[in-house]
């Protein structure tokens, strides 16, 4: 890990978690510089760039924008994609992926955490490791392997990490059909087998799995959550066509209503309900799968619009 400077180490000694107050500890007199400032309505998203901003952190960013909360980011990877090919990849250092993730929390100390594309083995330790001294934040796993257009996303070695490292340290891992089936060996083809794949995710230590259907054929779209015994459906019409950034959407989403207090069923059905209000505004860009604005489905926005 990279050394901190001294102002950094002084910033992060003045800051307690979720949203306590923030008293400066180096004088003595009780004064408070920062005093008071509340930061339960942030979030931190870890993920990587997408250049057409139809996914990625650009979506995820938008997204908390549309729920009124304040998105901070540790950037994991650069990729150059439209929509309908990824051109390329690259990684950021594992040390300043950390180092991103320890300046958000000595600042800005998130309510929730989501974690996106990963990459390499190497960034997935880095989160993994800054995640132990945070154990009372909730986190949203999006378990990113393969983009919408088909091109692999994450090595092949991070599939361990995750499910050691990442997985149980989890509130809620969203996987669609062929994650779940990677990451669990259980192949998913109905709602029996589904069952089967979210029971190890949850042996594994995840609080919770919801198995997104937006791979099946069926004319709903069928997202399930599992948490301990009970099972979860939300349920929406499927739209013609494949989009761009849906995923990384609604784990951030659900990440906002866990930071804005929601319980852990309520933050994904208004999660559900809120992709499936973006999607039926399109935007009329690219080529490829269809992309799509969370802003234009924010009540957030709708209430502030002049």
């Known amino acids: 890990m990279l050394p901190l400077p001294n102002t950094y180490r002084e910033l992060r000694d003045k800051v ?4 306590e107050v923030i008293r400066d500890r180096q004088d003595g007199s009780g004064n408070a510089g920062l005093e008071g400032i509340a ?3 942030t979030i931190l998203i870890i993920a990587a760039s997408d250049s057409c901003a139809g996914a990625g952190i650009e979506i ?3 997204c908390a924008a549309a729920h009124g909360v304040h998105g901070t980011c540790a950037i994991t990877g650069v990729t150059a994609q439209n929509t309908y090919e990824v051109t390329a990849i690259q990684s950021i250092e594992p040390t300043i992926v950390q180092a991103q993730i ?12 989501k974690i996106g594309m990963l990459g390499d083995a190497g960034v997935a330790q880095a989160v993994a490791t800054s995640l132990v001294e945070h154990p009372e934040v909730p986190v949203v796993l999006d378990p990113v392997l393969v983009a919408t257009s088909g091109a692999t996303l994450t090595e092949a070695s991070v599939f361990e990490l995750v499910r050691d490292t990442l997985i149980p340290r989890a509130t809620v891992v969203t996987p669609n059909i062929p994650e779940a089936t990677e990451l669990t060996g259980v192949e998913v083809r109905d709602s029996e087998s589904m069952g089967h794949a979210a029971r190890a995710f949850l042996d594994s230590g995840a609080e919770a799995v919801l198995i997104k259907g937006g791979h099946d054929q069926a004319d709903l779209l ?3 959550l599992y948490v301990g015994d009970e099972v979860h459906e939300f349920v929406s019409p499927r739209l013609p066509g494949e989009y761009h950034g849906t995923g990384c959407c609604l784990s951030t989403a659900i990440a906002c209503n866990l930071a804005c207090g929601k319980p852990l069923v309520d933050a994904v059905r208004d ?6 209000r ?5 935007l ?3 080529h490829g799968t269809q992309v799509f604005d969370p802003l234009r489905a924010s009540n957030v926005w709708k209430r502030t619009a002049l």
């Not at 307690?16 to 949203?19: D, Q, S, V």
């Not at 320890?102 to 955490?113: H, L």
């Not at 973006?278 to 399109?282: D, N």
């Open 16 to 19: 307690r978690l979720r949203g």
């Open 39 to 41: 930061m339960d309505n």
């Open 60 to 62: 995820d960013l938008k």
């Open 102 to 113: 320890e300046a958000v929390f000595a600042d800005m100390p998130p309510a929730a955490i």
């Open 222 to 224: 069928v997202d399930r």
């Open 271 to 276: 999660g559900h309900d809120f992709i499936a």
């Open 278 to 282: 973006a999607l039926v505004q399109p």
């Open 284 to 286: 009329a860009l690219g």
